[in-house]
């Protein structure tokens, strides 16, 4: 929704606020106290996504839609409170993640279903064509049941901060496709922006290992 009234680019950089806000979120609602290594790296993936994107235009802020903010405001609440979820029924181990996985997608599926039916309608179903059919499939299997089965596992192993902060690298990825299968060469903000997101995870990561292996007993 939040697309209907802002760019792609705007979008892009109020979506990637999420991991600041699950560090935030996880000391109240997970008991996880984020590190300050962690709250760094968030800030600078805002940076990142910024310098990447600012290139495609970013207008002022006087000139951004409320309610495009607004909707996106609620799409990161959405993703922020399924991360704080996850993890915190991981902790507990009173929900088996690949039950979560499947059952979150069933009953998404259903709401979509539903909505779609009411608000849409099914008209559109006459230009679904059979390359449409396998995009939405590959989609389906690699989005949803690859990315989101190793997405729900990692709660297993790693606190959500870190977790958010880790899938942030799905943009340095779009980067590195776009080259490989369109031949889109990378711009020069675009690989400074992923240089900065790469760097933001890599603190993170490399400062949860050296704790991790501080805990360990001699």
């Known amino acids: 929704m939040s697309l209907l009234y802002l760019s792609a680019s705007e979008a892009i950089i109020l979506h990637y606020t999420f991991p600041l806000f699950t560090s935030i979120a996880s000391l109240y609602f997970a008991h996880e106290r984020p590190r300050i290594i962690d709250i760094f790296?968030?800030?600078l993936i805002i940076c990142g996504v910024y310098a990447a994107v600012a290139g495609v235009g970013v207008p002022h802020l006087n000139?951004?839609?409320?309610s495009g903010i607004m909707w996106g405001c609620l799409s990161v609440c959405?993703?922020?409170s399924l991360v704080i979820f996850t993890r915190k029924r991981a902790r507990s181990e009173r929900v088996d993640q690949?039950?979560?996985?499947?059952f979150s997608n069933l009953l998404g599926g259903m709401g979509l279903f539903i909505c779609k039916t009411i608000l849409i309608?099914?008209?559109?179903v006459a230009n679904f064509t059979v390359l449409y059919l396998g995009i939405t499939l590959f989609q389906a299997a690699a989005s949803t049941l690859g990315a989101y089965a190793f997405f729900y596992s990692a709660f297993n192993y790693i606190s959500a901060p870190l977790v958010s902060i880790i899938?942030?690298?799905e943009i340095v990825v779009v980067f590195i496709l776009?080259?490989?299968l369109i031949n889109a060469a990378p711009t020069a903000a675009e690989i400074f922006g992923s240089?900065?997101?790469i760097f933001a995870i890599s603190c993170s990561a490399m400062r949860a290992n050296v704790a991790g292996t501080l805990r360990k007993p001699a």
């Open 41 to 43: 790296s968030d800030i």
């Open 98 to 102: 690949y039950k979560l996985l499947f």
């Open 121 to 124: 309608g099914w008209a559109d």
């Open 78 to 80: 959405g993703m922020t």
């Open 63 to 66: 000139d951004i839609s409320i």
């Open 195 to 197: 240089a900065l997101i």
């Open 178 to 180: 776009s080259f490989l």
């Open 167 to 169: 899938t942030s690298f």
